[in-house]
C-alpha cells in the first residue's frame, strides 16, 4: 500500500516537472520568435537651400529619423558625426531636405573659392547665358517669365549695296568737266566735279520714240525676313538681376512699382551666343514664342517673305486703282501702356 503512494507520488512529480518544463520551453520558444525592435538613427538634412562654397551653420539643418539599416556610413549623424561637420563647406548646391553626407561637404581650409554670382550655376556645363533687349510685345505680354522656354523668331531688313563702296544702291551722279585733250593746243590738266543726282537708267518713251533718263523717286526700300532661329531655349532671367543691397547703384534705386523689363537673359549654346549678339548689333528685331516646357519637338519653318505670303496664304496682288491705303514703315505698333510719361520736375 505504501508503494502505491510513492509510485503515485512520484509520477506527480515527474507530471508537474513536464509541465513546467513545457512551460518555459514555450516561454523561450516565443520570446525567440518576436522580433527585436528595430533601431532608428537620427541623421542631419539640409533645412533650407545651402549655395555652393557656403559654410555649414546649424540653423542651416535639421535632423531626421530613419532605420539604422537604412542609414549609410558616409551619413553625418548626431550620434557619431554630428561634430564632423564644424569648419565645412557645401561642395556643390544642396537643396532642401538633401540629406548630409562626407561627399556634400569639404574642409573650409581646403575649399576653392567658388568666383562669380550664385545664379550662374544654374547655367548647364557647355551653355551660355546672353541678354537680348526687348519689349512687352516681343515678350508675349510679359507672360514670358523666369524659366520659361520660348523660340526666338529674328525679323531682318536687306538691302541692295555697292560691292565697292558698300554703300545702298543707287550710286549718286557727278559731271566731270575741263579734263581730256583738246584738237588744238595744251591738254587741260585741271577738272572740276559737278553733283548730280541718284543714279538711274536710260529708257525709251514707246509712243514718241524718245530716250529719257528715270532717276528714283525714294531711297531703296529694304526687303524684310522673318525666320525662326532657335527653338526650346530657357529664359534665365526676365529684366535685371537684382543688385547687392550694399552698392550704390541699388541704394539709388526708386521705391514703388518695378520697372518694366527691357532685356531677357537665355540660356544659348555659345555658337548661337554669338548669333544673337551679332543680330543685337545689326538692328534686328527679335521676338520670343512662348511653348510648352514640356514639348521637346522641333518644327522646321518656312523664312517669312512676301512672296511666302502671297504663294502660302493664297494673298492675291492688288489691281491698280485710282484710290489707294497709306503706307506704312516696317516696325511694330505703338501700344498705349508702353508710353512713359515723364513727370515735370
Given at each position: 500500500?505504501r ?7 512520484v509520477?506527480?512529480?515527474l ?10 520551453v514555450?516561454?523561450?520558444l516565443?520570446?525567440?520568435q ?6 532608428f ?7 533650407q537651400s ?6 555649414i ?9 530613419i532605420p539604422?539599416?537604412?542609414a549609410?556610413?558616409?551619413y553625418?549623424?548626431t ?6 561637420l564644424n569648419?565645412?563647406?557645401?561642395s556643390?548646391?544642396?537643396?532642401q531636405?538633401h540629406?548630409l553626407s562626407?561627399?556634400?561637404v569639404?574642409d ?17 556645363p557647355?551653355?551660355t547665358a546672353?541678354t537680348?533687349?526687348?519689349s ?7 507672360g ?6 520660348v523660340?526666338?523668331?529674328a525679323?531682318?531688313?536687306f538691302?541692295d549695296?555697292d ?5 545702298a ?7 566731270v568737266?575741263?579734263?581730256?585733250f ?13 553733283p548730280?543726282?541718284p543714279?538711274?537708267?536710260?529708257e525709251?518713251?514707246?509712243?514718241l520714240q524718245?530716250p ?5 523717286a525714294?531711297p ?5 525676313t ?9 529664359v ?15 541704394q539709388a534705386?526708386?521705391e514703388?512699382?518695378a ?8 540660356i544659348v549654346?555659345?555658337q548661337?551666343?554669338?548669333?544673337l549678339v551679332?543680330?543685337?548689333y545689326?538692328?534686328?528685331e527679335?521676338?520670343?514664342a512662348?511653348?510648352?516646357p ?10 517669312a ?6 504663294s502660302?496664304y493664297?494673298i ?7 484710290y489707294?491705303l497709306p503706307?506704312?514703315?516696317l ?15
Amino acid at each position: 500500500m505504501r508503494r502505491g503512494r510513492v509510485l503515485i507520488l512520484v509520477l506527480l512529480i515527474l507530471i508537474i516537472g513536464l509541465v513546467v518544463a513545457a512551460v518555459v520551453v514555450r516561454q523561450f520558444l516565443l520570446a525567440a520568435q518576436q522580433p527585436e525592435a528595430p533601431a532608428f538613427a537620427e541623421i542631419f538634412v539640409a533645412a533650407q537651400s545651402i549655395g555652393q562654397g557656403e559654410r555649414i551653420t546649424a540653423e542651416m539643418l535639421t535632423t531626421a529619423t530613419i532605420p539604422q539599416d537604412m542609414a549609410l556610413a558616409v551619413y553625418y549623424t548626431t550620434a557619431e558625426r554630428g561634430d564632423l561637420l564644424n569648419n565645412k563647406v557645401a561642395s556643390y548646391p544642396l537643396d532642401q531636405g538633401h540629406i548630409l553626407s562626407s561627399a556634400d561637404v569639404q574642409d573650409a581650409s581646403e575649399a576653392v573659392s567658388i568666383a562669380g554670382p550664385q545664379h550662374a550655376t544654374l547655367i548647364p556645363p557647355g551653355m551660355t547665358a546672353i541678354t537680348i533687349p526687348t519689349s512687352r510685345l516681343k515678350l508675349g505680354g510679359y507672360g514670358i517669365d523666369d524659366g520659361s522656354h520660348v523660340n526666338v523668331v529674328a525679323c531682318l531688313l536687306f538691302t541692295d549695296v555697292d560691292p565697292s563702296f558698300q554703300s545702298a544702291l543707287p550710286n549718286n551722279t557727278a559731271v566731270v568737266t575741263g579734263t581730256g585733250f583738246p584738237p588744238e593746243g595744251l591738254p587741260i590738266l585741271s577738272m572740276s566735279v559737278t553733283p548730280g543726282g541718284p543714279q538711274g537708267r536710260l529708257e525709251l518713251d514707246p509712243s514718241l520714240q524718245q530716250p529719257f533718263y528715270l532717276v528714283p523717286a525714294e531711297p531703296q526700300r529694304p526687303r524684310p525676313t522673318c525666320q525662326m532661329l532657335l527653338q526650346d531655349v530657357v529664359v534665365m532671367k526676365r529684366g535685371n538681376f537684382p543688385l547687392e543691397l550694399g552698392s550704390a547703384a541699388a541704394q539709388a534705386q526708386p521705391e514703388g512699382e518695378a520697372p518694366r523689363p527691357d532685356i531677357v537673359t537665355l540660356i544659348v549654346s555659345p555658337q548661337d551666343a554669338v548669333t544673337l549678339v551679332y543680330l543685337t548689333y545689326t538692328n534686328a528685331e527679335l521676338s520670343l514664342a512662348q511653348r510648352n516646357p514640356s514639348d521637346q519637338a522641333r518644327q522646321a519653318t518656312e523664312a517669312a517673305t512676301l512672296q511666302f505670303l502671297l504663294s502660302q496664304y493664297n494673298i492675291p496682288v492688288p489691281p491698280k486703282l485710282p484710290y489707294a491705303l497709306p503706307r506704312t514703315d516696317l516696325s511694330p505698333p505703338s501700344l498705349p501702356n508702353d508710353t512713359i510719361t515723364v513727370q515735370p520736375e
